[in-house]
């Protein structure tokens, strides 16, 4: 009997070490999770996305043969095409077959394909934007993005439902990112002037994506700030969750227009670079 006592305790004394042993590892792993590519990929994703937007908003202003102000530069870049004979009508912003160095310090080629129901400002109408072989700094983006001019809310302020389907091949061509969003934006100030570059936008909402370091969703806890002027997001924050791992807080800043954002993980904080 004392012998099958002893072993009996040997035996709980073992699991009992190797259950401590495998949580305590299974801790230092998340200890030592200070993964920031995922939040890189996420925000590359935001800002592409949200950029094609703004060139179509400006080309939806222009005329055919008229050149993009807001993305020129020496040799003018993009050239806009109107065709208002079809149904819905159509905008073609044409960058070129080669890379076209743009005055935000952003090289694009290829098309921006935009059907609209109606002007950008007009209510109900739907702006579906889409894409033939167009590259940001060597960043293939394909999918739709689709715009729905929701009128004024409470406070008089246009506002807009936004839901992206996208992927975007990465310059390296062996890295992907498949990613998924619905939006709400908000156009809170600039929109009573004929000045583009003085409107801005707080954009909320959540989505969900994936990179080659696997799945992750995303929400928006603090409003985006985008102001046309600038190149980056200059407030806001969003909670990342990747599958398996901690949760991250990107950071974009209080204001200032600058390239840098912080990610928070486990009350560590990482400093990444916008591109």
Known sequence: M???????VLFATLLATSIFTISCNRNRDKNQDNETEMSNDNALAEFSYNDALNIADEASNLNTGDNLGSYKTASNCATVTHDTTTTPRTITIDFGPT??????GRDRRGKILVSYTGKYKLAGSVHTIGFDNYFVNDNQIMGT?????MGLNASNQSYFSI????KIIKSNLTDSIVWNSNRTRTWIQGENTQTWTDDIYEITGNGSG??????????IILPLVKELGCKWFTAGKMELQPAGKLLRTID???GN???????LING????????
């Open 252 to 254: 974009f800043g209080n």
């Open 268 to 275: 560590n904080t990482y400093t990444i670079t916008l591109k």
């Open 145 to 149: 993005k689709t715009v729905t001019n």
């Open 163 to 166: 839901v992206v389907t996208g």
């Open 210 to 219: 994936q990179n080659k370091n696997g799945n992750f969703t995303m929400n």
């Open 2 to 8: 004392k012998y099958h006592s002893i072993k009996s």
């Open 99 to 104: 890379n076209c160095m743009c005055n935000d």
């Open 257 to 263: 227009c600058d390239n840098t954002a912080t990610v």
